[in-house]
């Protein structure tokens, strides 16, 4: 093992390594996460919606799980298909407005799980380049061919597509919106070109469900185009504030998947207190639209805020908002600055995001209000400016 030992002085050198810290939830205020006896402004979080400490999902959940136990006690396919989760899936292909829909037991396994059953050994994925890492993890999987086309690059995904026509099946992917940019895939291309090829779309809405469309449906539904996407994915994880994720479609595409995707097949189904959470919180994300308008609202304030101090902001309307630093030690700084500040906002260092874009990735919630996000731009600015990250 003293290979190991030489790799992690390497990654601590480089100001790679990682390690776990203990966060604990601040019940009476969302927004909010504790780190040993400090109480810090969370700004890494991805409970979007604020849902995490919701009492109407938490009261389902105990309903559920004095009545059912804890654990499912085997895959959906042997005993494990619980009455919870076809009221889940009934409910959510309804709320996308599907044929279908099939729950996995996260985000990681439906990429996964669904990418390496759609496609196989002589067959290619056409994936962006900063989709999200379960993704990647599903190609590898399926052993199909990965073309990775340049971060929205249309033009690149052409040329890409065009070297590949005569391949027997075509799977084009992308994050909605991306989860350490926060920008969004111009999904209208998308959807043209994987017709002119003849390819299938499927798209990840881990950052975008909850967030977009009237009931939170996603971007594919705000911008109409939810017909265009054959493999329509999102997750409980973030807006929703439980666990879990989902994958709607046609019949056929969630029959096939029963079939064949394996982290379906081969794993315990969730335990029946997370499908029953879930429900719950489908019902809060459906109707309890002033959460997302707080959110945008949050959104459009604290990005104007941080642009005025001098840093640069990828446009957009998303709660996640990157501030750039560039090398891994300095963003490991500026997030240890923030904390002494009263601020939880991680550094985000490769490989999550490439090398040499080292950030902070900043990301709201429905809970945060005016008054926090302004006093926390301004310790953002002044921590900016102390470590040059910011001229002054
Ligand atoms: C978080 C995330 C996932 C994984 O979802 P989990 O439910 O957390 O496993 C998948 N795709 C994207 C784009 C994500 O950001």
């Not at 109480?39 to 979080?45: F, G, I, P, R, V």
């Not at 996308?96 to 050994?121: D, K, T």
């Not at 070297?163 to 991306?178: C, G, M, W």
């Not at 600055?337 to 040499?356: F, Q, Y």
């Amino acid at each position: 093992m003293n290979w190991m030992e030489k790799e992690l002085e390497l990654l601590a050198d480089a100001s790679l390594e990682r390690s776990l810290r203990e966060c604990s939830p601040v019940s009476e205020s969302p927004g909010y996460t504790m780190r040993g006896d400090r109480k810090l402004l969370n700004l890494s979080s991805n409970d979007y919606l604020g849902l995490s400490q919701h009492p109407a999902i938490i009261e389902a959940m105990r309903e559920v799980l004095l009545a059912e136990g804890a654990g499912s006690g085997a895959s959906r396919l042997v005993t494990g298909n619980r009455v919870s989760y076809s009221r889940l899936e009934e409910a959510l292909a309804e709320w996308q407005n599907r044929e279908a829909a099939l729950v996995f037991a996260n985000g990681y396994m439906a990429n996964s799980g669904v990418i390496g059953s759609l496609v196989s050994r002589g067959d290619v994925v056409f994936s962006d380049q900063l989709n999200h890492a379960s993704i990647a993890d599903g190609v590898i999987l399926s052993r199909a061919e990965h073309a990775r086309y340049r971060h929205n690059d249309m033009e690149h995904l052409r040329a890409l597509l065009d070297k590949h026509r005569d391949r027997r099946r075509k799977l084009i992917v992308t994050d909605a919106v991306f989860s350490m940019d926060g920008d969004q895939a111009p999904l209208r291309e998308l959807a043209a070109l994987k017709r002119e090829y003849g390819a299938m779309l499927m798209v990840d809405e881990a950052h975008s469900g909850g967030i977009y469309g009237k009931r939170g449906e996603g971007l594919c539904h705000e911008l109409g185009l939810q017909e265009e996407v054959d493999i329509h994915m999102g997750t409980f994880s973030k807006s929703f504030g439980v666990y879990g994720a989902y994958v709607c479609g046609s019949r056929m595409l969630i029959r096939w998947l029963v079939n064949k995707a394996r982290p379906l097949i081969y794993s315990t189904a969730l335990p029946p207190t997370i499908t029953a959470g879930v429900s719950a919180a489908l019902a809060l994300v459906q109707d309890e639209h002033w959460r997302r308008e707080r959110l945008f609202a949050a959104g459009r304030s604290f990005r104007s805020l941080l642009g005025s101090s001098g840093f640069k902001i990828i446009a957009g309307d998303s709660p996640i908002v990157p501030v750039i630093v560039g090398d891994n030690d300095a963003a490991l700084r500026f997030s240890g600055a923030l904390e002494s500040a009263g601020i939880a906002a991680v550094a985000i260092r490769p490989p999550t995001v490439p090398a040499g874009t080292a950030r902070i990735r900043f990301s709201l919630s429905a809970v945060h209000t005016d008054k926090e996000l302004t006093d926390a731009a301004s310790q953002i600015r002044i921590i900016g400016q102390q470590l040059g990250v910011l001229s002054p």
